[in-house]
């Protein structure tokens, strides 16, 4: 099936019968990327959600879901809401939810802030300007990590409203430099934050959609926003990669496969620290070199945080590990991991 990259639909204050009994329903009935907005008490903003964006990321849809059809006939949001359903092809592409986009596509998040347009840059000119159209108060933009791990935000300034909005979902927030043509990169004259809720087959990350969801919907002056609780900000993440070709495992001993077997239980390392020391897995003859860590010079770094015991592969400092995953082509197309040395966290202020 051929893709329209010129459609975007827009429904405005759907009601339940366009809503479907439950968002797998709803998914089905969408055919391309799909604008909703909601009237709200002041007509004057917009708040933007996006989601959908990998199409394997559904607690985004179903908090807005859930949240659209448990709002009753007389009570409206402060504000309007445009909320902006991505990829719904890569969504309901069977197995609904399992692909982060289509096998032939691309990935959409890597594919803002360019002169291009066709495709799926077309795509994501078409969900920027939906964004940008509406003038924005802040952007949400709801993901779901690959692995089991916390939620966290990534932002690219450490700002109070930055503080004031992660505190609606989660406890951390990490400050990214990291330029890949992804959503959040772009500047829509407002704050704009992802939300990593946590893995997509968590019912605690869809939890952590909703949730914020309905909080930010009741809240009238964002920036007056009391936190909720405190949250840990992490400076500069990077991110581990498998060098293009080379093999990748997953094992819970040393099999002597050729290239890099990662433990079994690398998603364990999304919770608490990494500590110096610890091992990630095994490499074969080629060492680190199987590996890179491109920092913001365009160097590559691996070799300032890890190093070889034998072949084990040894953390040289205590880490934070975000978004490590067990799913291979995730993990050998984007990255392994990212990673911020425990001492890039700043303490709560
Ligand atoms: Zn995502």
Redesign the pocket.
Same mark, same amino acid.
Request: glycine share 0%.
């Given at each position: 099936m051929g893709i329209d990259f010129s459609e975007i639909n827009i429904l405005k204050d759907p009601d339940l019968f366009t809503l479907r009994s439950d968002y797998n329903q709803f998914l089905l009935s969408i055919s391309g990327p799909t604008i909703i907005d909601i009237s709200g008490q002041d007509q004057s903003r917009t708040r933007v959600f996006t989601t959908l964006?990998?199409g394997? $990321?559904p607690s985004g849809l179903i908090g807005l879901h859930r949240w659209m059809t448990s709002l009753k006939g007389n009570s409206r949001p402060v504000t309007n809401l445009r909320f902006i359903i991505c990829s719904p092809e890569s969504a309901s592409h069977a197995p609904i939810f399992s692909h982060?986009f289509l096998e032939d596509g691309m990935d959409l998040?890597r594919c803002f802030g360019t002169e291009l347009d066709y495709g799926f840059f077309e795509r994501a000119n078409l969900i920027a300007k939906a964004i940008k159209e509406v003038n924005p108060e802040v952007v949400i933009?709801l993901?779901?990590?690959?692995g089991f791990g916390p939620a966290f935000a990534v932002s690219t300034n450490k700002t109070e409203l930055a503080l004031s909005l992660t505190s609606l979902f989660c406890s951390s927030l990490i400050l990214s430099d990291i330029r890949l043509g992804a959503l959040m990169e772009q500047d829509f004259g407002c704050e704009i934050i992802?939300i $990593?809720c946590g893995a997509g087959s968590d019912p605690q990350a869809h939890e952590i959609a909703y949730f914020g969801i309905e909080q930010l919907t009741q809240i009238d002056d964002i920036s007056s926003c009391h936190f909720n609780r405190n949250v840990d900000v992490f400076l500069q993440p990077l991110r581990l990669q498998i060098k293009p070709g080379i093999e990748l495992h997953f094992n819970d001993v040393d099999e002597g496969l050729s290239g890099l077997t990662l433990v079994n239980n690398v998603e364990q390392f999304n919770f608490g620290i990494f500590r110096k020391e610890q091992m990630l897995g095994w490499v074969d003859s080629y060492g680190l070199s199987n590996l890179q860590i491109i920092d913001q010079y365009g160097d590559d770094v691996i070799s300032e945080y890890f190093e070889l015991r034998d072949n084990l592969l040894i953390s040289k400092m205590d880490l934070n590990i975000f978004m490590a995953t067990h799913v291979k082509n995730i993990a050998k197309s984007d990255c392994l991991l990212y990673l911020i040395p425990h001492k890039n966290k700043l303490p709560v202020d």
């Open positions: 964006i990998h394997n $990321e982060r998040n933009d993901h779901n990590t690959s992802t $990593e």
